[in-house]
């Protein structure tokens, strides 16, 4: 099973600012990554898939780059709504699919 | 637009059994591949199962394989979980969702339904 490690556990950032979320995988993953979005009481919002292809309606300020085991999100201009909970996900060797511990995104 | 809408959640005693369902609408449900995925309280996500869009193959997180069944049913556009001999670390909000082209991405989740098992 390939063990996904999110880093900072809480991030702590102004509106405005960029945010860095990291996420490292086990083993290689190729691209095979995905990134979600969680605020409380909600489902999961897919952002991100390969890495960083943005999904439908996800705004440009959200970039997301890496391969193999290390891979970024980057949230620029930082607004109200980014605060939350992020996951990322692998989907290259399955079952099962596996997802980090999550990355909350705090305002500083 | 798109509506997974899960259902099924409650109370239930260790040992016992619970079936969910999940609604979908505004889709092809025939087309996709469908995911649960559960989170307990507090905690973060873990995936429970998968099964193609026909039917044809399902796969199971080892937590719940060989208590938890999946199943679709393409003609109402519903996907269910067969969960027995729950045991109280299945506690957790249960979500589908629809996989984006087959390749293990959610794209779209319900709201989840909340699973309690406590005797």
């Known amino acids: 099973e390939i063990v996904m490690t999110q880093s900072p556990a809480t991030l702590s950032v102004s509106p405005g600012e960029r945010a860095t979320l990291s996420c490292r995988a086990s083993?290689?993953?190729?691209?095979?990554l995905a990134w979600y979005q969680q605020k409380p009481g909600q489902a999961p919002r897919l952002l991100m898939y390969?890495?960083?292809t943005r999904a439908t309606g996800i705004p440009a300020r959200f970039s997301g780059s890496g391969s193999g085991t290390e891979f970024t999100l980057t949230i620029s201009g930082l607004q109200s709504e980014d605060f939350a909970v992020y996951f990322c996900?692998?989907?290259?060797?399955?079952?099962?699919?596996?997802f980090g511990q999550g990355t909350k995104l705090e305002i500083k | 637009q798109v509506q997974l809408v899960e259902s099924g959640g409650g109370v239930v005693q260790p040992g016992r059994s619970l079936r969910l369902s999940c609604a979908a609408s505004?889709?092809?449900?025939?087309?996709?591949?469908m995911h649960w995925v559960r989170q307990a309280p507090g905690k973060g996500l873990e995936w429970v199962a998968v099964l193609w869009f026909d039917g044809s193959n399902e796969y199971y997180a080892d937590s719940v394989k060989g208590r938890f069944t999946i199943s679709r049913d393409n003609s109402k556009n519903t996907l269910s979980l067969q969960m027995n001999s729950l045991r109280a670390e299945d506690t957790a909000v249960y979500y589908c969702?629809?996989?984006?082209?087959?390749?293990?991405?959610?794209?779209?989740w319900g709201q989840g339904t909340l699973v309690t098992v406590s005797s």
């Open positions: 390969r890495a960083s």
């Open positions: 505004g889709f092809t449900f025939s087309n996709s591949a």
């Open positions: 996900q692998q989907y290259n060797n399955w079952p099962p699919y596996t």
């Open positions: 969702a629809r996989d984006l082209a087959a390749a293990g991405i959610g794209d779209f």
């Open positions: 083993q290689s993953v190729s691209s095979n």
